[in-house]
């Protein structure tokens, strides 16, 4: 076990090189970059989202004359000099690159280009607000799929296991996103109730607020988005952590162990629930990682939410690429960790699984 471990740790500065490289390529052939869109903004051009030098906007910034960049028309060449070697555009792509994976080897993920701040301030700033959500969020996914699978596996093709599939059917079909937006329009003041705030994490006067006063604002805010995203992720782990128990329920052991006298809850606690919860335990670091990375997303989006999600969603509409590339680059990093420590929980929970021994 040990050298698959040295095995997977040396692949993790390769795997990390081969996906920054990807998406360094894919940026520089792009277009719409971070010197277009400031030279668009001086020729007065709108680059919002949806209309960033698309259509008439890309004809205009063109204007007659084209050349390297689309905006630069009529613009002194020395200004798009600076511009360039402001955004660090003044040299030429593998330098850039070679200079960026260097800085990457030392944790110098460079500075954002429209915050003036070093990318790495801006991660740990931000860090706080995924992590209170994504935390908070797979506790009570795990909370509620756990005993929900127990139960529909123990009651498998009853009443009760059959409509609480509806119900998993329907969290599992409808995005997370669109949770949000329900319980938004029903319960943030949309058209019907207004009992939850639409936004933040923390009241405007947050500050003169009591100790205990402070909890009950965070909890409050924290009601809508965390419930938007426990709906949208408890149900494929209810589903795994039914059938697999319905796997462990139909071996021999159990039946045994049902021979000998031995209660319900003594079978189902004492035998079955540790190499049925194997799958779902050793699953947790991946679910995390895809609560705090990927679901959170559109949910920090939506509820303005000053995490990582949104940082990364107006990092890409700006084009900020060392934020976007910095932040792909601790996400990476980090799944790749919690993958090897996903396949540590297999050998932990259950020794006979030896990854080392099948490679």
């Known amino acids: 076990?040990?050298?698959?471990?040295?095995?997977?740790?040396?692949?993790?500065?390769?795997?990390?090189?081969?996906?920054?490289?990807?998406?360094?390529?894919?940026?520089?052939?792009?277009?719409?970059?971070?010197?277009?869109?400031?030279?668009?903004?001086?020729?007065?051009?709108?680059?919002?989202?949806?209309?960033?030098?698309?259509?008439?906007?890309?004809?205009?910034?063109?204007?007659?004359?084209?050349?390297?960049?689309?905006?630069?028309?009529?613009?002194?060449?020395?200004?798009i000099k600076r511009i360039e070697k402001q955004f660090g555009f003044d040299k030429p792509a593998p330098e850039r690159y070679v200079m960026m994976i260097k800085n990457y080897l030392t944790f110098d993920l460079g500075e954002s280009y429209y915050k003036s701040q070093r990318v790495t301030d801006l991660i740990l700033d931000k860090l706080p607000v995924s992590i209170s959500i994504g935390l908070w969020s797979t506790l009570i996914i795990y909370m509620v799929s756990?005993?929900?699978?127990?139960?529909?596996?123990?009651?498998?093709?009853?009443?009760?296991?059959?409509a609480s599939s509806y119900v998993i059917f329907i969290g599992y079909a409808v995005p997370a996103f669109l949770f949000a937006i329900f319980l938004i329009v029903l319960f943030a003041g949309g058209s019907y109730f207004a009992w939850f705030p639409l936004r933040g994490l923390t009241s405007d006067n947050w500050a003169e607020l009591s100790t205990l006063g402070k909890v009950k604002d965070y909890f409050w805010h924290l009601v809508l988005p965390v419930t938007a995203m426990t709906i949208g992720g408890f149900a494929s782990l209810t589903m795994l952590t039914k059938n697999s128990f319905l796997e462990e329920i139909n071996k021999q052991y159990v039946l045994t162990a049902r021979a000998k006298g031995l209660s319900q809850n003594r079978v189902l606690y004492g035998h079955v629930f540790r190499n049925a919860m194997l799958l779902v335990i050793a699953g947790f670091p991946a679910a995390l990682i895809e609560i705090l990375f990927t679901s959170s997303v559109l949910i920090e989006v939506i509820f303005s939410l000053d995490g990582l999600g949104l940082l990364g969603f107006e990092s890409t509409t700006n084009r900020d690429y060392p934020v976007i590339f910095g932040t792909l680059y601790i996400f990476s990093l980090v799944g790749l960790s919690l993958n090897l420590i996903s396949d540590l929980a297999y050998h932990v929970v259950d020794p006979r699984i030896d990854f080392g021994a099948q490679t």
């Open 1 to 79: 076990m040990f050298a698959y471990i040295v095995r997977r740790l040396a692949l993790i500065p390769l795997t990390l090189l081969g996906i920054i490289t990807l998406n360094f390529v894919i940026a520089q052939i792009a277009p719409g970059g971070p010197v277009e869109i400031m030279l668009a903004h001086l020729q007065g051009i709108d680059t919002s989202a949806g209309t960033q030098l698309s259509g008439g906007n890309a004809d205009r910034a063109a204007g007659s004359g084209g050349g390297k960049y689309r905006g630069a028309q009529g613009l002194d060449p020395e200004l």
């Open 146 to 162: 756990i005993p929900l699978g127990i139960a529909k596996a123990v009651r498998d093709g009853s009443t009760f296991d059959v």
